[in-house]
């Protein structure tokens, strides 16, 4: 082939390194296939496997499919009939947009766009291996454009481009909030490359094995601790184009539920219902839109998930509540943890036992305990099919406690409060006594009661009568009583156990049988510690041993699937509990393919200005994603914030496409009403721009649901063409015609953006902005944040918003134009019943077309079964930027007498016209 003569020298460079040929080449109807031989040189982390298996697919036009796979031996893969929901692909496409080749000695692979430029090249190079392939430790990279910029490789608080050189680690972590600069809650082994002429493309490598992306200067390089190498290339050419193409292959964005774009507030540390209550009432109070309460796991008994806390939060009062909730328009969304605890008198725990759903141990026979709000708990394994009926089961049976309407999954990286293990002391003891009082670790100064800490019996114990007791703790005291007033042998004096481990009384006899539960034999025990260690920090910090054994693999490979998994699982019972409404489901861990079931939000953050900027990355980010619906925690949740940050806090969070206001119970209260009538104005003003554009909002939701565009977009995304956008991550775009330049600085009435070269208008007042192409510093009080409607846009909105988002829908629209450089401008509208599953297939919406163009504007329906729409009103027409004078207007070709020119605005009132109906309004 073309490249064998220049890789061979590249060989007598790295001669001790790996080196693969490709043999048996096949060419196929749907691509090529071969075998991938090792001929010589060794890895760094163990056995080099050979003989390998690679298939190349063209799938489609733009996408091109690479995988590489043990030929002998099956190794874990991702369950891509889970993931990538494209249909599987039988025959090349008659047109495609890139070329591949390939070279035979050393081995690689290089796929090209049309023109001959390079996209992607694994082939061997002086300065990197080329491939490699062992049991823990693969390595295969690529070649990048010399001034490139790459997005993507999440999830974590970082700037928007990567940075070069820098090595960035995929693998769910949680870390007790959301520290900069290190992999946090999701895994997203995705980047995109945008290159300076504005061209851009897209690579996803299918893994969930921990891993380490490398960028240098000229290269990338992926090393990762397990599984196979699965590649796809999306070729654009344009950022959208990448995106839309990623969501094709992972699964389109699902589509919210209308209420979900409203706003939400949620904070730990509503001691109790008259609390929530109050919340809500003062929001009312204050003319605060409010359109769903969230309840944290204050309102749990004992942190125990599917209950209610009997004393502070009554079930009958609370479920009233939300009835009373939903009777006003409004929501309820309630937390869940997946940890399930450790206790006889659970039902839900003993349920989990006997059908045999949780995460186990090495052993196979019990389950691995950890540790999280409750206690002791054990995980329920998501891959097992059983747990998705016993997720379903109690999730329904939560329901007829409380009539929730979504549900906030949590702690699901997942997240253990030890790592690797728990200190446990595991108690075996003969039948017929019983374990009067237990006293764990020394600084622990009550008694604890033997009733909080038993549980059934489900492990193997040494005897088959042994009851079985276990605690969290280094060192227990403890006595035995046979419930009638005789001790044992011991006299009642306390047994002591200083060590964590597993011990056996009998005859009043204490012995040690295990330093630890985890020390019971079993095979391949090294998964806590593999050869390669991604981001060079264990990965059981905080979360289950990588040795637990889930239904299909362990969970060294499955680890950060675990949020995703649940997300499916959640979202599959609440399909089936509430039928026909749209799931809403809000996870922190998330994985590709997760915004195909639910939404995210950007975890635990702090309360500090460098975080209201990184929301906008972090946003951007997940949009790039496929989870278009995302928000931070507006006013940050760690640490106290002040008047100035919640406020211009607000200002950004009305425009992420989930907004909520949410905190930690060790911090100051941030609700909007608190601050005193000048601030809550102000924040006030920032939640009616939101609901002013919820409509619009919905509507770019829908068109990420049908074919994958972001929502909120990155310059760059838009203009990607302006290699002045391509570091921008100050600025945000609401699809592609709203531009925000929010204050991001403390004391600021100032802030600069950057303006690309197109016409601009003020959202609010219309006047038209004249910089194209430049930087501009804008006026931003504390009450103001700069909104630029990009001309050529048309957006349905709210003039006089309510206090949820029904309310405001059955509002009057106003239709607001703003005409580009040829006076001419489109947008769209959709509206349905905002909750039905099935909307597509059943075509019960109606769509709006609105276009500009010669003075006149044409409204036409695109599709008409929504009954409802006839129902609301379009009550007035403003057009920004029209040249020229106008001397009258006519409406469906009647003259019509409501109407003003103030400088370059038009606007046009007195109409009264169905959502739903065709119009025509001509200036002249």
Same mark, same amino acid.
């Given at each position: 082939?073309?490249?064998?003569?220049?890789?061979?020298?590249?060989?007598?460079?790295?001669?001790?390194?790996?080196?693969?040929?490709?043999?048996?080449?096949?060419?196929?109807?749907?691509g *090529?296939?071969?075998?991938?031989?090792?001929?010589?040189?060794?890895?760094?982390?163990?056995?080099?496997?050979?003989?390998?298996?690679?298939?190349?697919?063209?799938?489609?036009?733009?996408?091109?499919?690479?995988?590489?796979?043990?030929?002998?031996?099956?190794? &874990?893969?991702?369950?891509?009939?889970?993931?990538?929901?494209?249909?599987?692909?039988?025959?090349?496409?008659?047109?495609?947009?890139?070329?591949?080749?390939?070279?035979?000695?050393?081995?690689?692979?290089? #796929?090209?766009?049309?023109?001959?430029?390079?996209?992607?090249?694994?082939?061997?190079?002086?300065?990197?291996?080329?491939?490699?392939?062992?049991?823990?430790?693969?390595? #295969?990279?690529?070649?990048?454009?010399?001034?490139?910029?790459?997005?993507?490789?999440?999830?974590?608080?970082?700037?928007?481009?990567?940075?070069?050189?820098?090595?960035?680690?995929? $693998?769910?972590?949680?870390?007790?909030?959301?520290?900069?600069?290190?992999?946090?809650?999701?895994?997203?082994? *995705?980047?995109?490359?945008?290159?300076?002429?504005?061209?851009?493309?897209?690579?996803?490598?299918?893994?969930?094995?921990?891993?380490?992306?490398?960028?240098?200067?000229?290269?990338?390089?992926?090393?990762?601790?397990?599984g196979?190498?699965?590649?796809?290339?999306?070729?654009?050419?344009?950022?959208?184009?990448?995106?839309?193409?990623?969501?094709?292959?992972?699964?389109?964005?699902?589509?919210?539920?209308?209420?979900?774009?409203?706003?939400?507030?949620?904070?730990w540390?509503?001691?109790?219902?008259?609390?929530?209550?109050?919340?809500?009432?003062?929001?009312?109070?204050?003319?605060? +839109?409010?359109?769903?309460?969230?309840?944290?796991?204050?309102?749990?008994?004992?942190?125990?998930?599917?209950?209610?806390?009997?004393?502070? $939060?009554?079930?009958?009062?609370?479920?009233?509540?939300?009835?009373?909730?939903?009777?006003?328009?409004?929501?309820f969304?309630?937390?869940?943890?997946?940890g399930?605890?450790?206790? %006889?008198?659970?039902?839900?725990?003993?349920? @989990?036992?006997?059908?045999?759903?949780?995460?186990?141990?090495?052993?196979?026979?019990?389950?691995?305990?950890?540790?999280?709000?409750?206690?002791?708990?054990?995980?329920?394994?998501?891959?097992?099919?059983?747990?998705?009926?016993?997720?379903?089961?109690?999730?329904h049976?939560?329901?007829?406690?409380? +009539?929730?309407?979504?549900?906030?999954?949590?702690?699901n990286?997942?997240?253990?409060?030890?790592?690797?293990?728990?200190?446990?002391?595991?108690?075996?003891?003969q039948?017929?006594?019983?374990?009067?009082?237990?006293?764990?670790?020394?600084?622990?100064?009550g008694?604890?009661?033997?009733?909080?800490?038993?549980?059934?019996? &489900?492990?193997?114990?040494?005897?088959?009568?042994?009851?079985?007791?276990m605690?969290?703790?280094?060192?227990?005291?403890? %006595?035995?009583?046979?419930?009638?007033?005789?001790?044992?042998?011991?006299?009642?004096?306390?047994?002591?156990?200083?060590?964590?481990?597993?011990?056996?009384?009998?005859?009043?006899?204490?012995?040690?049988?295990?330093?630890?539960?985890?020390?019971?034999?079993?095979?391949?025990?090294?998964?806590?510690?593999?050869?390669?260690?991604?981001?060079?920090?264990?990965?059981?910090?905080k979360?289950?041993?990588?040795?637990?054994?889930?239904?299909?693999?362990?969970?060294?490979?499955?680890?950060?699937?675990?949020?995703?998994?649940?997300?499916?699982?959640?979202?599959?019972?609440?399909?089936?509990?509430?039928?026909?409404?749209?799931?809403?489901?809000i996870?922190?861990s998330? $994985?590709?393919?997760?915004?195909?079931?639910?939404?995210? &939000?950007?975890?635990?953050?702090?309360?500090?200005?460098?975080?209201?900027?990184?929301?906008?990355?972090?946003?951007?980010?997940?949009?790039?994603?496929?989870?278009?619906?995302?928000?931070?925690?507006?006013?940050?949740?760690?640490?106290?914030?002040?008047?100035?940050l919640?406020?211009?806090?607000?200002?950004?969070?009305? *425009?992420?496409?989930?907004?909520?206001?949410?905190?930690?119970?060790?911090?100051?209260?941030?609700?909007?009403? #608190?601050? @005193?009538?000048? =601030?809550?104005?102000?924040?006030?003003?920032?939640?009616?721009?939101?609901?002013?554009?919820?409509?619009?909002?919905?509507?770019?939701?829908?068109d990420?649901?049908?074919?994958?565009?972001?929502?909120?977009?990155?310059?760059?995304?838009?203009?990607?063409?302006?290699?002045?956008?391509?570091?921008?991550?100050?600025?945000?775009?609401?699809?592609?015609?709203?531009?925000?330049?929010?204050?991001?600085?403390?004391?600021?009435?100032?802030?600069?953006?950057?303006?690309?070269?197109?016409?601009?208008?003020?959202?609010?007042? @219309?006047?038209?902005?004249?910089?194209?192409?430049?930087?501009?510093?804008?006026?931003?009080?504390?009450?103001?944040? +700069?909104?630029?409607?990009?001309?050529?846009?048309?957006?349905?909105?709210? +003039?006089?918003?309510?206090?949820?988002?029904?309310e405001?829908?059955?509002?009057?629209?106003?239709?607001?134009?703003?005409?580009?450089?040829?006076?001419?401008?489109?947008?769209?509208? *959709?509206?349905?019943?905002?909750?039905?599953?099935?909307?597509?297939?059943?075509?019960?919406?109606?769509?709006?077309?609105?276009?500009v163009?010669?003075?006149?504007?044409?409204?036409?329906?695109?599709?008409?079964?929504?009954?409802?729409?006839?129902?609301?009103?379009?009550?007035?027409?403003v057009?920004?930027?029209?040249?020229?004078?106008?001397?009258?207007?006519?409406?469906?070709? %009647?003259?019509?007498?409501?109407?003003?020119?103030?400088?370059?605005?038009?606007?046009?009132?007195?109409?009264?016209?169905?959502?739903?109906?065709?119009?025509?309004? =001509?200036?002249?």
């Open positions: 082939m073309r490249f064998a003569v220049v890789l061979l020298a590249c060989v007598v460079l790295t001669l001790a390194e790996p080196l693969y040929v490709l043999e048996n080449v096949h060419h196929q109807l749907w *090529f296939s071969g075998d991938i031989v090792h001929r010589g040189g060794h890895g760094r982390y163990g056995r080099d496997i050979s003989p390998l298996r690679m298939e190349v697919r063209m799938e489609t036009r733009s996408r091109v499919h690479m995988k590489i796979v043990d030929a002998r031996h099956r190794r &874990w893969e991702v369950p891509a009939d889970d993931v990538i929901v494209a249909p599987p692909v039988t025959h090349r496409p008659r047109e495609m947009d890139y070329h591949v080749d390939y070279s035979t000695h050393p081995f690689g692979i290089v #796929i090209t766009r049309s023109n001959g430029e390079m996209l992607f090249n694994t082939t061997p190079s002086a300065a990197d291996q080329g491939l490699v392939f062992e049991d823990r430790y693969l390595h #295969i990279s690529t070649a990048l454009h010399a001034e490139t910029s790459i997005y993507g490789l999440g999830e974590r608080v970082d700037t928007l481009r990567l940075r070069n050189p820098h090595t960035y680690t995929v $693998f769910a972590r949680d870390r007790g909030g959301t520290p900069e600069n290190t992999n946090l809650n999701g895994a997203h082994p *995705f980047y995109m490359e945008l290159r300076p002429d504005g061209t851009a493309h897209g690579v996803l490598l299918l893994n969930s094995n921990a891993m380490d992306v490398r960028l240098d200067p000229g290269r990338l390089s992926y090393q990762v601790s397990g196979v190498l699965d590649l796809y290339l999306l070729t654009g050419p344009t950022p959208v184009d990448v995106i839309q193409q990623y969501a094709e292959l992972i699964g389109r964005p699902s589509l919210v539920p209308h209420w979900g774009l409203g706003f939400h507030q949620c904070r540390g509503y001691h109790d219902l008259d609390e929530v209550k109050k919340v809500v009432e003062e929001y009312r109070k204050h003319d605060l +839109p409010l359109d769903t309460m969230w309840a944290d796991i204050d309102y749990m008994d004992r942190y125990l998930d599917f209950t209610v806390d009997p004393q502070r $939060f009554p079930q009958a009062e609370f479920k009233a509540f939300v009835d009373r909730l939903h009777g006003d328009k409004q929501h969304v309630p937390i869940l943890d997946p399930i605890k450790i206790a %006889a008198d659970y039902e839900a725990f003993t349920d @989990g036992l006997e059908r045999g759903v949780y995460i186990m141990n090495p052993d196979r026979q019990t389950p691995f305990i950890g540790k999280v709000w409750p206690g002791l708990t054990a995980w329920p394994d998501f891959f097992n099919s059983e747990t998705k009926r016993y997720w379903a089961h109690w999730l049976e939560f329901h007829k406690k409380l +009539p929730y309407d979504g549900l906030w999954i949590d702690m990286e997942p997240d253990s409060f030890c790592s690797y293990k728990c200190e446990t002391v595991t108690l075996y003891y039948t017929g006594w019983e374990a009067t009082y237990l006293r764990y670790n020394p600084d622990y100064t008694w604890m009661s033997h009733d909080e800490m038993f549980f059934k019996h &489900w492990a193997k114990a040494p005897q088959h009568n042994d009851r079985f007791v605690v969290s703790a280094h060192h227990l005291e403890f %006595a035995l009583h046979d419930g009638q007033g005789h001790w044992d042998n011991n006299q009642g004096r306390n047994y002591v156990i200083d060590s964590p481990g597993v011990y056996r009384l009998a005859d009043g006899r204490l012995s040690k049988l295990h330093d630890s539960a985890d020390d019971l034999p079993a095979p391949n025990r090294d998964d806590d510690h593999p050869p390669f260690v991604p981001g060079g920090e264990a990965l059981y910090l979360t289950i041993t990588m040795n637990a054994v889930q239904n299909t693999t362990k969970h060294f490979n499955a680890h950060s699937l675990y949020g995703w998994s649940e997300g499916l699982a959640t979202v599959w019972a609440l399909k089936r509990l509430l039928p026909n409404k749209r799931p809403f489901v996870s922190r998330t $994985f590709p393919g997760s915004g195909h079931h639910h939404g995210h &939000w950007l975890g635990d953050n702090y309360s500090r200005w460098s975080y209201l900027a990184h929301s906008i990355t972090g946003v951007i980010d997940m949009n790039m994603f496929g989870i278009p619906f995302v928000g931070a925690d507006i006013c940050g949740f760690l640490e106290d914030t002040t008047r100035e919640c406020t211009r806090w607000f200002q950004v969070g009305a *425009f992420y496409p989930f907004s909520r206001d949410h905190n930690h119970l060790t911090a100051k209260p941030q609700e909007p009403y #608190i601050w @005193g009538e000048e =601030t809550t104005s102000i924040m006030r003003k920032a939640l009616h721009i939101r609901y002013t554009l919820i409509d619009h909002m919905y509507t770019l939701m829908m990420a649901h049908r074919t994958g565009r972001p929502v909120f977009n990155a310059l760059s995304f838009v203009f990607p063409r302006d290699r002045a956008t391509h570091a921008l991550e100050a600025q945000f775009m609401l699809g592609d015609s709203l531009l925000v330049t929010p204050v991001l600085t403390e004391g600021a009435t100032q802030v600069t953006g950057y303006f690309p070269d197109a016409r601009w208008f003020d959202y609010f007042t @219309g006047e038209e902005f004249h910089t194209r192409g430049g930087r501009a510093t804008l006026s931003a009080p504390l009450d103001t944040v +700069p909104v630029h409607l990009r001309g050529g846009a048309v957006l349905p909105i709210h +003039p006089s918003p309510k206090l949820t988002a029904v405001t829908a059955a509002s009057p629209y106003r239709l607001l134009a703003a005409l580009d450089d040829q006076q001419r401008a489109k947008g769209t509208l *959709f509206m349905d019943d905002g909750e039905s599953l099935d909307i597509m297939q059943t075509r019960r919406y109606t769509e709006m077309s609105y276009t163009h010669d003075r006149h504007l044409a409204v036409r329906p695109l599709h008409d079964r929504y009954a409802q729409a006839a129902v609301r009103r379009v009550d007035s027409v057009v920004y930027g029209v040249q020229g004078r106008v001397q009258h207007v006519l409406v469906n070709g %009647a003259v019509h007498k409501h109407w003003s020119l103030r400088g370059t605005t038009l606007t046009v009132e007195g109409l009264s016209f169905p959502a739903n109906s065709r119009f025509d309004i =001509t200036w002249a």
